[in-house]
């Protein structure tokens, strides 16, 4: 069934962000979607539902809004231990090069996550100073704070084999690049370590060299996810082709 009321994409009607991600419930029940705002940092009617990630039961009923005050939820994932949603966030723009960080963390059940009036934590937006002071206390601070601008788009959890054993678990994210930013950040994929389903904090650059030395940018990645031999495959709008990333070595140490 297509679901009737989800809002509006740019692209199509309405404006505003226009990708959406899908996600099911481990046991199948519950689905969610994100849905990114309709502006940048703006609060009027447009975004009603937007800025959220929405729950649904699969048939298309039983709408609700799961968490919200989340910009723009470009991807979601399931992280495979502790069955808990997941998803790798854009945040508001026109803020200075190094504000706010994108991120990716886990996304609770009636949580809020600031956008557009506060950013990690009781940091106000200063396009909205003195508005909802009721909301300060109630920001919930991302697991993962990513650099500013770098886009982080789709996320995908490995549980496969290939990889060495450290690895499993871990969360793998595309950095699509910064497009309005005085030194570019992105382009590449990155690893979250996860360690009994929660994450420290810190992540690595797993594959770059997409921007030349010259400053010339000639891969962008999107999609992020892992095929049935346990390799990673990477979409790249940039270079306009998919990567596989496979290992071949014998185990290594750990990549920490």
Known sequence: MIVPDIPGGGRLRGGGH???????TPDGKKM???VGSHSNVSDDALEKNRADVLEYNPDGTGFRIYAWGIRNAVGLAIEPRTGALWGSVNERDA?????????????????FYGW???YLGNHQDPRHAGQHSELAGKVIVPDVLVQAHMASLCLTFYTA???PAPYQGWAFA??????NRAQRAGYKVICVPIQDGKAGGEYDDFMTGLVTEAGDVWGRPVGVTVDAQGSLLVTDDGGNCLWRVRFSGAPGPSPR
């Open 32 to 34: 969610f979607v994100s």
């Open 95 to 111: 803020l200075g090069d190094n504000l706010p960080p994108d991120y990716i963390t886990h996304i609770q059940e009636g949580g």
């Open 18 to 24: 226009w990708t959406r991600d899908i996600v099911f």
């Open 174 to 179: 595309a950095e699509h690049g910064s497009w």
């Open 161 to 163: 084999a290939q990889f």
């Open 116 to 118: 557009p009036w506060y």
